[in-house]
Structure formats: C-alpha cells, structure tokens
C-alpha cells in the first residue's frame, strides 16, 4: 500500500497525536482524494492527505512523509493511525461554536463523563499482538463539549433509501427526538420516498408526538425508493429549502449518494452537515460490527426455517427448503443456520456448490434422508446464481439503482431437487418449499435492534451538533464510532470462507464443503488473502 501524506499546519496547535509536525507544505491534493481538516481540540487545524490505496483520511502519529522532500520524520513510531471524519471547519474555517445545551440536561446532571474527549478514539483492531502496532483507529461517538449549530436554527431532514429492514422506524423516531429532547432542535422534516423524494414530494414537519409510535410498525414510516439520486438537484433542494442537517439512513448504494451530497456541499461551501446511518438486512456494511435489523431478521427466519422442518419431520422422505434474502452476503443464511441447529446444508453465495455426484448436494441430501428421515436445506437468494443461470432463462436486467436482478434460485433449486429424486433415484420424496424473504424484512425491530437503533441515532444526532460531516455511525468492536463514509462504499462484508465462523458452520451441519469439483476460485483466495495481507499491513504501518 502506498501511502504520502502532506501537511499544512497553519495554527501551531500542539496534539498528541501528531508529535511531530512537519514543514508546511504547498502541495496539498483536494480534489480526488477529498481534503479536510478538522477543528477539534489537540488536533492540527489542517491536515491534508493523499492516500492512493485505500483512500481514506488518515492522522499518522509516528511517520510523517513530507511530499516534496519525501523526507521521513520518525517519532514516537507506534504505527497509530486515526482514520478521522470531516469537519465543517475545514471548509468553514470562521464557523463559531457554543456550548452544548447537554450541559445544563437533568438527565445528563450526574454522569461522570457527559462529553466524549477529543482524543477518545476506537481501535478497529482489538486482537493485537504483544509489541503489534497500533493501527487503524477511529473518533469515538458521542457529544462534544462544543456544538457548531445554535439549536434554533437548525433546520434537519431525515431520508430513508433503498430496501427495507426492521429497525428503520426506531432510527427516525430517535433522530426526531434525539434532536428536540437533547439539543432542543424543533425543525425536523421528513423527505419521503428515498433521495427522489428531494425534488418530487413535499416534505413532511416530524415533532416526537408524530413519531412516537412509529417504532412499533414495520418498514419505513418515510417511504423508501430506488434510483432517483441525482446530487445536483437534491443538493439545490437542501439549499432552497434552508436545510443544514442531513440525515440518510440506507445501506451501500445509499451512502455512495450521501457521499456525492457531502461532496456537493463542501464544494458549494455550506454549513450542511451530511450523515449517514448504515441500513442493510444483508449486514453486509464494511467496518461496522453488524447491522440495524439483521438480528430481527435471523430471529424471524427460525419461524420459516422451524416450520420448514416441522412439514419435513412429519412426513416420510421429507425435504424441506428455505430461502432468504443476500444479495451478494449470505450473513443471514448463516446466522439463521447456525442458530436452528436442525439445518442440514446452508447455501450461500460466496461459497459455490454443485447438486451431482460424488460430495454434491443431491448425494447429501440423500444421505441425510436415509440416516434421519428428513433433510432441510436453506439457501441465500444470491448462492448458486450463475449455476442457476444455466438452467434457467437469464434475467439480466438491474433494479432502478443498478443492483443486478437476481434469478429465484429457491424455485429452481426445488425443481432440480424434485426431478433428480423422482426422475433419477426413482424415490418419493415430499418436498415444501418456504420463501419468508419479504417477511423477515417488513416486521418491527426486536427488543436489541430498537436499542441499537436509539444508540445510531444519538451518536449520528450527536455527531452533526458537533459540526461533524461526511460520516457514518456503527459500532466498532462494540463501541460506537464516527467512520468515514469512503470507508463503507468502498468494499463490502462479505461471509469469509477462510474465517472460523464458516468452519463453525460446516462443523454443525456437516454438510460438504464443495471443495472437491467448485474449487473456490483462485481469485476469491487471492482477494481474502490479500484483505488478510492489507490489515496486516495496516497494522504495521
Ligand atoms: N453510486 C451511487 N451514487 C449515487 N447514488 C447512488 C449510487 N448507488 C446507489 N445510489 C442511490 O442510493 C439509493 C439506494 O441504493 P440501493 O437501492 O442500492 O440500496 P442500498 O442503499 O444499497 O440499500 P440495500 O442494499 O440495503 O437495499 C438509490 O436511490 C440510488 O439511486
Ligand atoms: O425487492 P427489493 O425491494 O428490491 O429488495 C430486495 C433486496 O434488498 C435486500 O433486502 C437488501 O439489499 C436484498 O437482500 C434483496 O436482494
Ligand atoms: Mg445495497
């Protein structure tokens, strides 16, 4: 990985991050990479980065490579890095700050720590090594002791895009009342019908009474689409309509569009601050621990899956197979497996498969039938596409947002299970085939998503006051962080063959592993390896 970095520091701030400053220098790249500077205490009050892979903001205490000299100033070299978020005064450097109305909160009157120190940081790694370096860390969520917006002038809106997912709900109520309850924000307007909604629909005014009960109700109490994103327009909107706080709850392509409008926003020079709060049932959101939602959606899916085998249990030679949503992540396959315990073979769709011969599916089905009476099989909408493909009529269309439409592997599996034992193994089989997909998505939120819902909201709500911008929230090793929005765009989590998890997996189904005839492809070992390499290079910068 390579790596320059160029500071400018034009107010000799001392920090304890970065121990050592370097000359200013004039060769400072704004435009592909991004520039930013922040102005939070014990932080230099400029520093630009150009980062080629990956492109993220970085604060490096130790190593400092001045780019026109290339010379290496080497100090305290423990190999910390802080991945920071923008702030607005680093293209609004006048910006005035106030102190935050928490202070005089009743409810905030006795905790020790009410404010989150500036230097409270979250190590991406918390498996280290003794005499490991430091490595990647990121600011810590919370309130800060100043606020860069008078609470009476702010004006939020609040936009849900892309799927559903349970928890949603729980999000915009705890913004709405986050805002007014902590900071006394009172001008809250819900965008309806995702980022379209910007310039076709009128805006909704949300107070804490209308939205107080939206957490018990499924979906998205704002409406959701996709597509529509158009940064121009939706960026004119925000500025027409005296929006100065945004926030946009949705998953990967969501925060593509996010960072387009922070990027808008720097470039037009406004106070609007840009937030993102990740949404996916796929849990497929890089960095963060997990999820909104995903632990709703693997509680539900023990109702289709237990029914599932209930129907197989009860009949002779019964098979039973269930299909859940997973795109390109088989995290709720796996889960939802690894939860029931009476699944026999979990398909996903970074681990390939075959239905023939020796080790393939149909052999283990058979196999499990025989030595049990049953077999269940559950399988993520995205496993054994291009395998699919072959048999089936190719749909090569994509959704409004360009997600490629996926072919429904649950019926096609079905039918290759039904034909391979009544036309080949000549044996009677009762096979029922359960698609829950929609109804794992479309409920409310359980008792642990709705806190983890109220938390994302507070820490996203928290973190706008603070005149933060560009970002998104999650928990990082369980604590709540501010993480650059590149960071959640530019790779996505995906179930690692070569972890433990899937071992864990393989060990209580017993299911074949493929390996024999799909060997995983060199590539996909040469990508997680290379992930493997990459982390660990982080780790030792
Ligand atoms: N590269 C992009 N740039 C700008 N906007 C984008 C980009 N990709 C997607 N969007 C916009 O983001 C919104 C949601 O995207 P998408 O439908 O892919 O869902 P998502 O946010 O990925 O959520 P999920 O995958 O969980 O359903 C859409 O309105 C889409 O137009
Ligand atoms: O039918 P829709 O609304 O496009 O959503 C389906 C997709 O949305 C997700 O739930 C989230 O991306 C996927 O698992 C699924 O493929
Ligand atoms: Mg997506």
Redesign the pocket.
């Known amino acids: 990985m390579e790596l320059s970095l160029s500071t400018s520091l034009h107010s000799p701030t001392t920090s304890s991050f970065l121990s050592k400053t370097s000359t200013p220098s004039p060769c400072i790249h704004r435009q592909n990479l991004g520039s930013f500077s922040t102005a939070a205490p014990n932080f230099p009050s400029r520093v630009s980065l150009k980062l080629k892979k990956p492109s993220v903001f970085r604060h490096r205490r130790g190593i400092l490579k001045n780019q026109s000299s290339g010379e290496i100033a080497n100090d305290e070299d423990d190999g910390f890095v802080l991945e920071d978020v923008p702030h607005l005064t680093s293209f609004l450097p006048d910006l005035p700050s106030y102190p935050n109305p928490l202070k005089y909160s009743q409810a905030y009157a006795i905790v020790k720590n009410t404010f989150v120190s500036p230097e409270d940081v979250v190590a991406q790694k918390i498996v280290v090594q003794k005499g490991s370096r430091r490595g990647v860390h990121f600011r810590r969520a919370g309130p800060r002791e100043k606020v860069y917006f008078k609470p009476e002038k702010v004006r939020a809106c609040i936009v849900t895009?892309?799927?559903l997912c349970p928890g949603i709900n729980t999000v915009i109520r705890e913004i709405v009342c986050g805002l007014h309850n902590m900071y006394g924000v009172e001008d809250v307007l819900g965008i309806q019908g995702?980022?379209r909604g910007f310039y076709s629909q009128n805006t909704i005014k949300l107070t804490p009474k209308l939205v107080n009960d939206i957490h018990k109700r499924g979906g998205t109490f704002l409406q959701t689409?996709?597509?529509?994103?158009d940064t121009k327009k939706i960026v004119d909107n925000i500025q027409d309509r005296g929006i100065n706080q945004v926030y946009i709850i949705?998953?990967?392509?969501?925060h593509?569009?996010a960072l387009?409008i922070y990027q808008e926003v720097e470039k037009r020079g406004l106070q609007v601050a840009v937030v993102g709060i990740p949404?996916?049932?796929?849990n497929d959101i890089a960095v963060i621990d997990k999820s909104f939602g995903f632990d709703t959606a693997v509680e539900e899916a023990q109702r289709a899956i237990n029914a599932a085998h209930v129907e197989a249990e009860c009949v002779a030679n019964g098979v039973g197979i269930v299909k859940l949503m997973g795109r390109y992540s088989g995290f709720i396959a796996m889960f939802a497996t690894l939860a029931s315990r009476d699944v026999d073979c979990c398909l996903v769709p970074e681990s390939p498969f075959y239905l023939e011969g020796q080790g393939g599916l149909f052999e283990y089905v058979e196999q499990r039938i025989k030595e049990n009476g049953h077999a269940l099989i559950v399988l993520a909408e995205g496993a054994g596409q291009e395998y699919a493909a072959q048999s089936m009529h190719a749909v090569n269309g994509t959704d409004a947002?360009?997600?490629r439409l996926l072919l429904d592997v649950g019926l096609w599996l079905t039918q290759e299970v039904k034909d391979h034992f009544t036309n080949v193994r000549k044996m009677e089989i009762n096979l029922k085939y359960i698609d829950p997909t929609y109804m794992i998505r479309a409920i409310p939120s359980n008792a642990y998503d709705n806190i983890y819902c109220t938390l994302l909201a507070q820490s996203a709500v928290h973190g706008t006051m603070a005149g933060y911008t560009g970002f998104t929230v999650g928990p990082v090793n369980s604590r709540h962080a501010y993480i650059p929005i590149n960071r959640v765009t530019e790779a996505t989590n995906t179930v690692k063959l070569t972890d433990r998890m899937w071992a864990r997996l393989l060990a209580s189904t017993n299911q074949p592993s493929f390996l024999q005839k799909c060997e995983i492809s060199q590539e996909r070992v040469d990508k997680e390896t290379m992930e493997v390499i990459d982390d660990m290079r982080i780790t030792s910068i």
Do not use: E, M, P, V
Request: charged share 20%; glycine share 40%; hydrophobic share 10%.
């Open positions: 895009c892309g799927g995702g980022y689409s996709r597509g529509g994103h949705g998953g990967d392509g969501t593509k569009g387009a949404k996916t049932i796929d947002s360009g997600n």
